[in-house]
């Protein structure tokens, strides 16, 4: 019992910011007594609530905002933007932990070290330096103490989640099965060097893309002999967040507004072949991971957070968007119900109705007009209506995807996403169709068909040979078919059993007319005797079997 007699003291804590707040379900989870239904406090309090709680409950927070599929728009992006106000750790502790995981003194590795953080977030901080070499380096070091910190809470949030696991909306949208996620990606963030396989693994994406200049779109180096689980060393980018770049205006204005299309552009397709052809994407393209560099390039940074998307998941998404162009609710449903996870009851009727109210509105408009970030949170919308659950992957597509429309708008304003993509399409069909290696995969299929134009005609022999010869079997597999003989052979059992009652009775009663002598009297008798107790067995038997009615 998750009740406040037994809390420690940062359970105590957490009662006290939610009591302040004033949300009651959490408060009758809290001290004991549970609701049948969540009720969530609104948008704003949610925020307050998790910012007081501190960094863990921030970074519940901004896993929360990847899901729209479990939370209202508004609460999504209430909690987009949500930042830990954290101070940052004292330089005397922090140059302890950088000592501690280097081989070498700081001395002999930088030739000097900014002792202000930059930038201070909820797992790391962020110090410029220099190497001995001359080379200009960015360091995240971890927060001293905060994986204990991480710890205790993640425990706290499992013991939430049992609790809300037991209402209706708990067993619907699988919340051990959520706290269980957070806890495996606030645990990977706390290990620096998966972050750094992450940069390095999109740096070798996309570098060299044929859909894009990939001259112009940057992703920090990782130095990997200064980098362990708590110290992130990486090439160091001048620039500003690209919602504050100023294009330098040395040619006409109309030239600025092609730079910002072309960097636009280059956004949108970085981002696709990230989606539907890598299946492994940057996750979180909000507008502070995204610089503008003096040199006029475009960076990513932070690329702790990734999604994964499988083919049959990049196929599905793709033929998604074709019938959204569509407007074919039913089909929405089919490829819905194709992405969702197995064992689910779902009225396919209702969902196409849904569907078709969803997309009635898109009827009038043109493609230009149609902003996809809000069509495809209208699918999760649906889909929440409808209780059925899609893997967490598809919380993350979505969000990335608004996030990127959402910067590329502030950025460029008459910017469309299908424009900037519409080239790519055929691209993208022809890899799902033909593989990465499409004269491989035709000449797998020419082989496949050679050998079946070779066997087919013998095939066609032996078949017509064995219906000629009238020895032609089929092997029919009816499931519960042996239950469906016994059930007909019970059946005529008691009919049987019927029939002979009836004979017994009509003899007993034609020989008890036909003649008064004692003999028989005693055979007609003994005949209804015998029949009775046939009548009786069997009634007995149909009672006990169940199967009155």
Same mark, same amino acid.
């Given at each position: 019992? !998750?009740? +406040? ?54 970074? &519940? =927070?901004? *896993? ?14 209430? *909690? ?38 930059? $930038? ?35 425990? *706290? ?5 049992? &609790? ?14 959520? $706290? ?11 290990? !620096? ?5 992450? @940069?390095?693994? &999109?740096? /070798? ?19 990997? /002999?200064?980098?362990? @689980? ?22 006409? =204005? ?25 299946? !492994?994407? /940057?996750?979180?393209? /909000? ?55 197995? =064992? ?102 020419? +082989? ?58 009509? =003899?007993? $009663? ?5 003649? $008064? ?33």
């Amino acid at each position: 019992m !998750f009740a +406040l007699t037994k809390n420690t003291s940062r359970q105590r804590e957490i009662a006290e910011v939610v009591f302040r707040n004033g949300w009651d379900y959490a408060r009758g989870l809290l001290t004991g007594n549970k609701s049948d239904e969540p009720r969530l406090p609104s948008p704003e309090v949610l925020r307050n609530i998790l910012i007081e709680l501190g960094p863990v409950y921030v970074k &519940l =927070g901004q *896993l929360l905002s990847t899901r729209p599929d479990l939370l209202p728009g508004r609460y999504v992006e209430t *909690l987009t933007d949500l930042q830990a106000n954290v101070p940052p750790v004292p330089w005397a502790q922090v140059e302890v932990l950088i000592r501690s995981e280097l081989s070498q003194p700081l001395e002999a590795i930088f030739s000097d070290l900014d002792r202000n953080a930059i $930038a201070a977030g909820s797992i790391g901080q962020v110090y410029s330096a220099i190497l001995t070499s001359g080379q200009k380096v960015a360091l995240k070091v971890q927060r001293p103490g905060i994986d204990v910190v991480i710890a205790q809470d993640i425990a *706290l949030i499992k013991s939430l989640a049992e &609790l809300v696991s037991l209402t209706e909306f708990g067993k619907n949208f699988d919340m051990v099965g959520l $706290a269980e996620e957070f806890s495996s990606a606030i645990t990977a963030e706390l290990d !620096f060097t998966t972050e750094a396989e992450y @940069t390095e693994q &999109l740096r /070798h994406n996309l570098t060299g893309s044929k859909w894009f200049d990939s001259q112009q779109l940057v992703i920090p180096q990782v130095y990997n /002999h200064l980098t362990t @689980t708590k110290l992130l060393t990486m090439e160091w980018l001048e620039g500003v967040p690209i919602l504050e770049a100023k294009i330098p205006k040395t040619r006409l =204005g109309q030239a600025e507004a092609t730079q910002r299309l072309e960097l636009t552009t280059i956004l949108f397709r970085a981002f696709f072949q990230q989606v539907y052809i890598d299946g !492994f994407f /940057h996750a979180d393209p /909000h507008p502070g991971n995204i610089f503008y560099l003096q040199d006029g390039r475009i960076a990513l940074l932070d690329c702790g957070m990734v999604g994964r998307l499988d083919p049959r998941t990049q196929q599905i998404l793709t033929e998604m968007l074709l019938a959204i162009v569509d407007l074919d609710g039913r089909r929405c449903s089919q490829l819905t119900l194709e992405l969702a996870e197995g =064992g689910q009851q779902v009225d396919l009727n209702r969902l196409t109705n849904d569907y078709d109210s969803m997309l009635r509105k898109y009827y009038n408009r043109s493609i230009s007009q149609i902003n996809f970030s809000e069509v495809i949170y209208e699918v999760l919308q649906v889909s929440r209506n409808n209780k059925i659950r899609l893997p967490s992957n598809m919380g993350l597509y979505a969000k990335t995807l608004a996030n990127l429309e959402g910067v590329a708008r502030s950025f460029y304003p008459q910017v469309n996403l299908l424009d900037q993509i519409r080239p790519l399409m055929a691209d993208v069909f022809r890899r799902q169709l033909l593989g990465e290696r499409p004269t491989e995969t035709l000449l797998r299929i020419g +082989l496949d068909f050679k050998s079946l134009s070779l066997r087919s005609p013998r095939l066609v022999e032996l078949l017509l040979d064995r219906i000629t010869s009238e020895t032609l079997k089929w092997n029919v597999n009816i499931p519960r078919l042996d239950r469906l003989a016994i059930s007909i052979e019970d059946s005529a059992n008691r009919l049987s059993f019927s029939v002979l009652v009836g004979s017994l009775i009509m =003899g007993a $009663a034609i020989i008890s007319t036909g003649s $008064a002598t004692t003999q028989v009297s005693v055979l007609s008798n003994v005949l209804f005797a015998v029949a009775s107790l046939l009548g009786l067995w069997l009634i007995l038997s149909i009672l006990r079997s169940g199967k009155l009615k």
